[in-house]
């Protein structure tokens, strides 16, 4: 099975803090997994539902400002390394 994607995805350590709406605005910092135009790859202490929406400060390389954005989360698994947490990826709208 190939894995087809829109946009190429770069394995680059970024910092970002994020925010998810619902009950008591869940939020937190992470550092990114992976990015890539379309979206972002990160790890995250809590479980957050499938299809929820989430806000993004992404601090970027070279860049004096972070980077804001928004993304819909399109799917989470527990992480296997420790079973604490959750990977998460989030397509950006």
Known sequence: MTEERSFERFDLPVQIEY??????WLK???TAKNISLGGIQ????????LGSRVALRITLPRRTQPTT???ELVWLKENPVSG?????GVKFT
Do not use: D
């Open 84 to 88: 604490k947490g959750f990977h998460v």
């Open 19 to 24: 925010s998810v709406p619902g009950k008591g």
């Open 28 to 30: 937190g910092e992470a």
């Open 69 to 71: 954005a928004t993304g």
């Open 42 to 49: 990160f790890l995250v202490k809590e479980k957050i539902a």
